[in-house]
């Protein structure tokens, strides 16, 4: 059976937290706790790319086991679960970006727009991080996914890195973007990241103990890199089974 046909058979992780945050009751038949990967990185190192790429890999090493079926990659999809919520005014292009302002400079924004705090819009964006991986088969890309997954179980935590020259040429070849732009993107976005789990989680993003494994994308294809995390994930199904078959 095809990956596709096979991802058919149950709801989509979107319409199941949907459910969730409209019924506010515990579905605790959607909480498998299966496994599920956190992708940190830096601004053009590839960490989508490398999400679809194990989603890839998994399906195609294990064409008819219903744990490797069915996985999503949550970035943007994340970010349209959060603004279907009426309740949180906040544009989706600041989500996408993961803009992050100081408390401050933030504070006086939000009076003048009108907007709802950045701290709400946070604590609903982690809260529905944690949905998704309690639920499992997801890879949560940025957002400090691993930072605020770390106490559940069965997940596989990385962070991609970059030669600063490539990141950039990635960043202009990707959005249609001069080098100037492109490098302005980078800086802006990866002091955003490193600031939010810093303020948040109280920890240095690129502290390498903070992850399972840390990738140079410089160095490595997607291909090697995409492969190396499916090791990491594959050992998670098995415990999983192991977990499950007693």
């Known amino acids: 059976m095809k990956g596709a046909a096979m991802q058919d058979v149950q709801p989509s992780h979107v319409a199941m937290i949907q459910k969730y945050l409209q019924d506010r009751k515990r579905f605790d038949d959607i909480f498998k706790k299966q496994p599920f990967l956190t992708i940190s990185r830096q601004a053009g190192a590839g960490g989508h790319t490398v999400g679809r790429e194990v989603i890839r890999q998994l399906e195609d090493r294990f064409p008819k ?7 999503e990659v949550f970035d943007q999809k994340l970010c349209v679960m959060i603004l279907q919520n009426t309740s949180v005014n906040v544009s989706f292009e600041s989500l996408i970006k993961e803009e992050y302002k100081s408390e401050a400079k933030q504070f006086v924004s939000d009076l003048l727009e009108g907007k709802a705090t950045q701290y709400s819009t946070y604590k ?3 809260h529905v991080i944690r949905l998704l991986c309690q639920i499992g088969k997801v890879v949560i890309v940025g957002r400090g996914g691993a930072h605020l997954t770390r106490d559940l179980p069965n997940g596989v935590h990385v962070r991609l890195v970059a030669n600063t020259n490539e990141r950039i040429e990635r960043m202009t070849k990707m959005f249609d973007i001069t080098t100037r732009e492109a490098t302005r993107q980078a800086k802006e976005q990866d002091k955003n990241r490193a600031r939010l789990v810093h303020d948040f989680f109280n920890q240095d993003i690129d502290d390498p ?12 294809n997607v291909d090697q890199i995409a492969h190396s995390i499916l090791e990491l994930v594959i050992s998670k199904l098995d415990h999983y089974r192991a977990q499950h078959s007693a």
């Open 65 to 71: 086991d219903p744990l490797t079926h069915g996985w």
């Open 124 to 126: 609903k964006t982690f």
């Open 209 to 220: 103990l903070q992850y399972d494994a840390m990738y140079n994308t410089s160095t490595l």
